[in-house]
Structure formats: C-alpha cells, structure tokens
C-alpha cells in the first residue's frame, strides 16, 4: 500500500513535466516560424544589401585541378560526421528539458518576483492565496507568449511571404491552439497540486 501511494505522485509529476515540456517547445516553435515569415522583409534592409553588392563585384577566377581526397581527409570528415550525429541526438535528448526549465524559470520568476508583488502591493498573503494567483499570473505570462507571434504572424501579409498567406493562416493557427491546449492542461494538473509539490 505503500508504494502505491509513493508512485503517484511521480507519474502525476512526469505528466506535468511531460505537457509543460511540449506547450514551451511548440511555443518556440512558433516563434521560429514568425521568424521565417518576416525573414524577407529583414533580407531587405541595407545590411542585406551591402552584402549582395559586395558579392556582386567583379573578382579574380582561380581554376584549380580537382584533387582526390587523402585517407587522412576521409577519416576526418567521418569523425566530424559522427560527431555532428552523436550531439544531434544529444540535443534532441536534452532540449525538451532545457526548454520546459528555461520557460519556466522566465515565467514563474516574472510572475512571482514582479507581477505578484505589483497586484498585491507586496502586502502577505495566505500560501494558499499566493500560490494561486501565482499560476494565474504565470498562465497569463504563457498565453502572452502564445498570442503575441499568432497576431504578428497573421499581419504577416503585410510584407513579403515565403508562402500563401492561407498556409500561413492555419499553420499558425494550428501551433497557437496547440500551445493554448498544451498550456491550459499545464494549469489544470498545476491547480490539483500543493505549493510543496511544484519545483
């Protein structure tokens, strides 16, 4: 009986952890899309420009006989290979995580450290009262994060796009519901949970 009630609470945290990691990775997600979106409209400012012009200039051609590569060569382009793959499947282990504690180290030390304090006026409040308006607080921060790149990504049409803007329309709206869903099931498991209990 014992050890049915001490697993609970790691599956119910793992879950947390679990849902928490995917709203935050779907989040970054559509940033990086806003990014693609508006990557022509950056590629038109004069530093872009600066570039192609000087790429433009008029430069000395040197031909050179192709040479076949040394064995010395073939190894090194194989360790680097192997390498690139070992820390890309590293990455791919490690940046769930990192993702989900950077979020929500940024939004839990916003919420608490100034937005909190701003609506109480850093008057006490009972745990039980400050914790939720904690996570309300941080809920708030998240859908903030969520919103901000869907509106600018449907203002998209304003400069040029890389696609049609109804594929933009409902890939964005696709990772910011997906976002909202994920965050919303965060807060819920979160409401269920004792202040003691929420690293």
């Known amino acids: 009986m014992y050890m049915l009630k001490s697993q609970v609470p790691v599956k119910e945290s793992l879950l947390l952890r679990a849902v928490a990691a995917i709203a935050y990775i779907v989040c970054v997600l559509q940033w990086f ?3 693609t979106l508006y990557l022509p409209l950056i590629r ?5 420009e600066f570039f ?3 790429s433009e200039q008029p430069r000395d051609i040197i031909q050179t006989s192709p040479t076949e590569p040394s064995i010395l060569m073939i190894v090194l382009a194989a360790v ?9 499947i590293y990455a791919l ?9 950077t979020g929500q180290k940024i939004t839990h030390t916003a919420a608490k450290k100034y937005v909190v304090p701003a609506i109480t006026h850093k008057k006490r ?21 969520v919103i901000v790149p869907f509106a600018a990504s449907l203002l998209a049409y304003l400069s040029p796009l890389p696609f049609e803007y109804r594929v933009v329309a409902v890939s964005s709206a696709a990772l910011a519901a997906t976002s909202f869903i994920f965050f919303t099931l965060e807060f819920v498991l979160k409401l269920g949970k004792r202040p003691s209990k929420l690293a």
């Open 33 to 35: 899309w806003l990014l």
């Open 44 to 48: 038109e400012y004069e530093l872009m």
């Open 52 to 54: 192609i012009n000087n």
């Open 80 to 88: 680097i290979t192997i390498a690139i793959i070992g820390l890309t």
């Open 93 to 101: 282990v490690k940046t769930p995580g990192a993702i989900r504690n």
């Open 125 to 145: 409040l009972p745990q039980k009262k400050l914790h939720l308006m904690t996570l309300k607080v941080e809920f708030l921060i998240k859908l903030g994060f």
